[in-house]
């Protein structure tokens, strides 16, 4: 597993916004290498957009000079894009939150291949919701194949709990009114508190949400499926719900990132809670299509959990066709982290010809680490997120790998 040397310098691109610490959470990669990427900073709700050419460099035809920034309303809670998904071969619609109605509220934007906004899409590029009265955060979002986008978070109900939340958009961004009525929905979810924090839709219509919930036990990995009318799929898990844990009593933890196989098994990443001496590891597991663990993956137990250095998570994965799965994320020695590449082959155990005993580990700055990566039409694997060696300061970083043949 080596980087890209085609690519940026030896393999690594950064992309500076002037004035602000930037973050890459998605990226969208093109068939030819370039890539989209999009982001925010905890301290501004704007969106901050990236587009690279194949060879890492910034393509001076999208936005200014490479980069385009989309103003949003200051609220708090909002850090800009946190997701991005392509709604057709040209545009695509980028995540973020912003004020609606007085509240923190879901925002979704659509763009064109230049980088500016879409004027028909939603009101002038922007389509929002309130799915939950207290206010609600986007975290994840997907666009289904007929262009509809279906959008999660977490949010508070009026009850004040925190719980998940969805919204489907039509592909004009208006609310879905056939998604539970009036286009959003709250999912009750058990005691304690739930946040959603990625979605995948089945090839059916049938929508799969993961994320956290703290309960009496500690943190869960909680998973919902809902029907395509967002109602919950009553034969998965008790009550369309499903909760487990990587580890006993476990402290933190939850699902970043989910996707679904083909024959219909559920693959989810994030963090698996922390051992003895609090140190953050990998969790990674594997779901039957009824919501039961897989015991054919991670020697019987459905998930596996891998330390990488001394702290480490899990934001993306990367599916392959023979079944190996890559967890993307960041991990490194203490005080420090990096880009994280884990290989998990189809019985989850770590993949020793990737990397060091299934394990790549990238420093980009002093502190890095992924927040989405994918493949590219020529099997390369790019990987997007942040770098920063000061707290006040933060780039967009990319990194690009050939795969092992």
Known sequence: ???????????????????????????????????????????SPNVLLARLRPDGSL??????????????????????????????????????????????????????????????FGVAGLATALPAPGGAALQALTVAPDGKIIAVGGGTDASG??????????????????????????????????????????????????GIAQISNGANNIFVRLNPDGSNDTGFG?????????????????????AVLLDGRIVATGLGGTDVD???????????????????????RGFVTTMVGQNSVAKALVLFHDGDAIGAGAGGPAGTSAFALVDYQVDGSLDEKF????IVLTPIGAVSGIGDAGLDG????????????????????????????
Do not use: K
């Not at 920034?69 to 809670?77: E, F, N």
């Not at 990397?355 to 299934?358: A, D, N, V």
């Not at 997007?384 to 967009?396: Q, V």
């Open 1 to 43: 597993m080596a980087l890209d040397s085609s690519f940026g310098h030896g393999g690594v691109v950064t992309v500076d916004f002037p004035g602000v610490a930037a973050q890459a959470n998605a990226v969208l990669i093109g068939q030819d290498g370039g890539a989209v990427l999009a982001g925010g900073s905890q301290a």
């Open 59 to 120: 393509d001076q035809r999208f936005g200014s000079g490479g980069r385009a920034i989309t103003p949003l309303s200051p609220v708090d809670g909002a850090q800009g894009a946190v997701a991005m998904a392509r709604q057709t071969t040209e545009r695509f619609v980028v995540g973020a939150s912003s004020v609606v109605a007085g509240e923190l509220g879901f925002a979704v934007l659509g763009y064109r291949p230049d980088g500016a906004l879409d004027p028909a």
């Open 161 to 210: 709990n925190a719980t998940f939340v969805a919204a489907r958009f039509t592909q004009s961004g208006g609310l879905d009114p056939t998604f539970d009525g009036d286009g959003t929905r709250i999912i009750d979810t058990p005691e304690g508190d739930a946040l959603a924090g990625a979605v995948a839709q089945q090839p059916d219509g049938r929508l799969v949400l993961a």
């Open 238 to 258: 008790q009550g369309g719900l499903v909760l487990n844990q990587t580890m006993p009593d476990q402290d933190f933890g939850g699902m970043s990132e989910v």
């Open 278 to 300: 609090f140190r953050g590891q990998i969790a990674t597991l594997r779901l039957l299509p009824d919501g039961s663990l897989d015991t054919s993956f991670g020697d019987g």
């Open 355 to 358: 990397g060091s005993s299934g």
């Open 378 to 405: 020529s099997r390369r694997l790019l990987a997007a997120g942040g770098t920063a060696n000061t707290p006040a300061e933060g780039s967009f970083a990319a990194a690009r790998y050939l795969l092992p043949t």
